[in-house]
């Protein structure tokens, strides 16, 4: 697999308004639906986490396949966050190491070139099991659950757990 991993720019922002279309998509693949995934939202997340955060995609024959993003809240108390880690790999390409190797550059570059962050968070689906444990094997650890915080339909209701991952090189 020839994988190329970067920082994303801003005139990615197209490419990864069609990636995201394609997850949300997917059972299970952001917790976002389609409705919700438009030029505004990939827009408003880019600059954010490109300006306060950070912020990955990954590349495949010079196409974004994967992406990772997360940035910190503008409220002083929480400077040393960063949040709403967001990961998507294009539903063709999941189960080749995509997700992992994504995730495993953005918490190195914390590690070494954001050493001012000491948490990094997200959140997960509590009955998704196989994510759950990617992000344990990653170091995350499970802060607890939030029950019926995501609303599905007027009826039904699911449980996120909330997890954190801490950076051993925070300063």
């Known amino acids: 697999m020839n994988l190329h991993i970067k920082k994303a720019e801003l005139k990615n922002k197209d490419e990864l308004l069609q990636l995201y279309k394609k997850t949300a998509e997917v059972d299970d693949g952001i917790i976002r ?7 505004e939202y990939i827009s408003q997340f880019l600059e954010n ?11 495949m024959h010079h196409k974004i396949v994967g992406e990772i993003h997360a940035y910190t809240p503008s409220i002083y108390a929480f400077q040393h966050i960063l949040t709403d880690v ?17 995730f495993e550059q953005f918490l190195e570059d914390v590690k070494t070139d954001l050493t001012h962050i000491f948490r990094v968070e997200l959140y997960t689906r509590e009955h998704n099991d196989r994510n759950v444990r990617f992000y344990k094997s990653l170091g995350f650890i499970n802060e607890g659950r939030q029950k019926d915080k995501i609303f599905i339909s007027n009826s039904k209701f699911e449980t996120p757990l909330h997890m954190a991952w801490f950076n051993p090189n925070y300063k």
């Open 33 to 39: 639906n389609t409705n919700e995934i438009n030029l």
């Open 49 to 59: 986490s490109i300006n306060n955060g950070h912020i990955l995609i990954a590349l």
């Open 86 to 102: 967001t990961i998507v790999v294009d539903p063709n390409h999941q189960g080749k190491g995509i997700g992992r190797k994504l």
